[in-house]
């Protein structure tokens, strides 16, 4: 179980670095030569049965994760689930899925066009989480659902892979604080999201977050190559709980921020 959960997620990195080079000059930076341990990864869908979220919890489910954690994000028209495994080592799983329903007719037409492209088949098989979009969309169409939702439009582009990595600040060797990664990211010049601050929740809440703003890569839409926000590197520290177990899961009102480091700027 452990060599499966240790191949899909090196699948989901190799497919990551493609569209999100600098991850290389994160664990350059941060690592000094030790491994880096990855807190969560986290995957986005739409809410609609061929593909949403419960189809790709499925293939964590197989490899022995547990369902911990519901969340909701009414503005962004999203809802979303978190998975841990008892082996602390492996990374969190977070899921989110778009209610599409709640989008115009003209954008839910563009995404039913798009799951409707997907074969039966795909979502059967753990490669399904790296399959990257399994659709032809065109520029013109990523434009109208970006209008109405980044996160649609990222999809539309991007479909199925780790739309982030998460450094684990409290294992890394040479930082103890947020403040501190931050300070080294910005001064090596990686640009943070600094929505709601650049740092996410507090020691109160037990969990504090950041993260870079997304690379930029290439997309080969229907109708050209244009280059837009890929992917992105979050960073998190955990304080422990009255138990002393590092608290394991997510605070909405942060994770609505960091969804927003794929936004164009």
């Excluded at 489910?61 to 962004?76: P, R, S, T």
């Excluded at 003209?106 to 399959?131: C, N």
């Excluded at 280059?227 to 994770?255: H, K, M, N, W």
Aim: glycine share 6%; hydrophobic share 45%; net charge negative.
């Amino acid at each position: 179980m452990q060599k499966d959960i240790e191949t899909l997620f090196g699948h989901l990195w190799d497919n990551y670095i493609k569209v999100t080079p600098s991850a290389h000059k994160v664990h350059a930076l941060l690592g000094g030569g030790e491994p880096i341990v990855n807190d969560h990864v986290a995957f986005r869908t739409f809410n609609l049965p061929k593909v949403g979220l419960e189809k790709l919890a499925a293939h964590f489910l197989a490899l022995g994760y547990e369902e911990k954690g519901q969340y909701e994000f009414k503005a962004k028209k999203l809802k979303a689930k978190h998975f841990e495994h008892k082996d602390p080592d492996a990374p969190k799983v977070f899921i989110s899925e778009l209610k599409v329903e709640e989008l115009s007719a003209p954008a839910q037409a563009i995404i039913q066009s798009l799951v409707d492209q997907v074969p039966d088949y795909l979502t059967d098989a753990p490669a399904f989480l790296y399959a990257g979009a399994p659709w032809r969309v065109s520029y013109a169409d990523y434009q109208t659902l970006l209008a109405e939702s980044e996160y649609a439009a990222w999809m539309a582009a991007w479909g199925y892979r780790a739309n982030h990595f998460t450094v684990s600040i409290n294992r890394l060797r040479d930082f103890d604080t947020i403040e501190a990664v931050n300070a080294a990211l910005k001064n090596a010049g990686f640009v943070l999201n600094s929505v709601g601050g650049e740092v996410k929740g507090d020691p109160e809440v037990m969990l504090e977050q950041s993260s870079t703003m997304a690379d930029k890569a290439d997309v080969a839409f229907t109708d050209g190559v244009k280059t837009i926000p890929s992917c992105f590197y979050e960073f998190a520290l955990r304080y422990p709980q009255a138990d002393g177990i590092l608290y394991p899961g997510f605070v909405e009102a942060s994770a609505d921020k960091i969804f927003e480091s794929t936004n164009a700027m």
